[in-house]
């Protein structure tokens, strides 16, 4: 078979074809295209299905682009274009700003530990959180400057 694609109609459905499905039903039946019962039985032909096929008739009469089974959606705070197509930054300053936050939770934490140690050892134990935080610093400082992921323009 190498070389060779199934059709749809026997090739096998994954659990995000199938939860893709579901979501574009659920869409349906919040427009209004189905009713509750109708709905209702196409998920759980949905849920139960084990080939592509069988999804793509459960939403063949719905509209949307492309085949009918619904495609991936983009995830959340990944890469995006712009209008004017240019990258856009992969995670919101809002994103960046949480991930400060855990960073810094954590060193507040990990410092802690450290302060601990050094007083039950009796004396100033090398300061070991600095690795973790750190690197994990480094990067998150990184991803922040150049949020595309490209890097700087002269590492090319």
């Given at each position: 078979?190498?070389?060779?694609?199934?059709?749809?109609?026997?090739?096998?459905?994954?659990?995000?074809?199938?939860?893709?499905?579901?979501?574009?039903?659920?869409?349906?039946?919040?427009?209004?295209?189905?009713?509750?019962?109708?709905?209702d039985r196409r998920v759980g032909l949905a849920l139960s299905s084990v080939l592509v096929g069988e999804l793509w008739s459960l939403t063949a009469d719905l509209p949307r682009g492309g085949d009918g089974v619904p495609g991936p959606r983009p995830a959340p705070d990944r890469e995006r274009r712009s209008p004017t197509g240019e990258l856009a930054p992969s995670v919101s300053a809002y994103g960046w700003g949480d991930e400060w936050r855990w960073w810094t939770g954590v060193a507040v934490i990990l410092t802690g530990v450290w302060a601990v140690v050094s007083v039950m050892v009796g004396e100033l134990v090398p300061y070991w959180p600095l690795v973790p935080l750190g690197i994990w610093g480094a990067v998150l400082l990184a991803a922040t400057i150049w949020p595309s992921g490209e890097g700087p323009r002269g590492s090319r």
């Open positions: 078979m190498e070389g060779r694609r199934l059709p749809l109609h026997r090739m096998r459905a994954s659990d995000a074809e199938r939860d893709r499905t579901v979501d574009h039903l659920t869409d349906a039946f919040v427009e209004g295209r189905l009713g509750f019962d109708e709905y």
